[in-house]
């Protein structure tokens, strides 16, 4: 059977000097490795750790983030893999067969992962590989009152089912412009969360995300911005800081970009038109 989302764990509690055994719930975090099959050629794209669950949707979400396909139509049919033995399911491998012949060029995206994380690339180089991809414009609109913006993260964590019940996962979400959750996924990394949205809408018909808010529970790093941007949603809120090249993103390509986003008070950092002030 596939994992579960959360394992259960007895635990010890402290609290004022008191000891006490309670079970407790824990966020499942495991490995998936992301396989990409065109006819006869398959290769390893990814492992990434996530929460099991909408896996499908994560690796939909990745390859699409990635520019490695651009329609649900590029994906023949996505299946875990088997063991070695040939023998156990264990739902850690999922081999995506592309519609295509051979595979495409991943340089680039091995450029990226190699240095994602240390200073390999500079921040300009980044912008200008995005730009290049000539994904459609985003949309001018809409505009948005402060209220609206200040009531999402409320959303947001009432609908977050597994972090009730864990405290350990990352959401991200899609809102409407009157402030309705169209979709929400949730795991123990913000990119997976994201990318499991994004594989959403793509599977669903439902990119781009023109005319639609993306809320994440965490901070707002460049890496998150560029997934907004191909998503095309005008409008990104977290609850925490941005980073300057996520800023720098979201000016370049007219995202409006909202931090700090708790309660009655946030940061509009980028594209302060889109949100109605006196």
């Not at 407790?24 to 495991?30: P, V």
């Not at 023998?87 to 999922?94: F, I």
């Not at 991200?172 to 594989?199: M, P």
Request: net charge neutral; hydrophobic share 40%.
């Amino acid at each position: 059977m596939p994992r579960l989302n959360k394992t259960k764990r007895r635990i010890w509690s402290v609290e004022n000097g008191q000891v006490t055994r309670k079970t407790d719930y824990l966020a499942t975090e495991e490995p998936l490795e992301i396989l990409l099959r065109a006819s006869e050629e398959q290769r390893t794209v990814a492992i990434t750790m996530r929460t099991p669950g909408n896996d499908y949707e994560l690796a939909a979400g990745f390859l699409y983030s990635e520019g490695i396909i651009g329609d649900k139509l590029d994906i023949v049919q996505m299946t875990y893999c088997m063991d070695g033995s040939g023998q156990t399911q264990e739902y850690n491998a999922l081999r995506v067969q592309l519609r295509r012949t051979t595979l495409p060029d991943l340089a680039q995206l091995e450029r990226y992962f190699f240095t994602n994380s240390a200073c390999g690339v500079c921040g300009a180089t980044m912008l200008d590989d995005l730009a290049q991809r000539n994904l459609p414009p985003i949309s001018a609109g809409p505009v948005v009152t402060p209220q609206l913006l200040a009531e999402l993260p409320g959303a947001l964590r009432e609908a977050q089912s597994l972090f009730e019940t864990t405290g350990g996962l990352h959401a991200a979400a899609l809102f409407t412009t009157e402030g309705q959750l169209v979709a929400l996924r949730e795991d123990v990394g913000r990119h997976n969360a994201l990318d499991k949205l994004i594989g959403w809408g793509l599977l669903n018909r439902q990119l781009p995300f023109h005319g639609k808010i993306i809320l994440v529970s965490g901070r707002a790093s460049y890496e998150l911005l560029q997934k907004c941007r191909v998503a095309g949603a005008p409008i990104f809120c977290a609850v925490s800081a941005p980073s300057s090249l996520a800023v720098e993103l979201a000016e370049r390509f007219g995202i409006t970009l909202v931090g700090f986003l708790r309660g009655q008070r946030f940061n509009v950092y980028t594209g302060a038109e889109r949100i109605l002030h006196s």
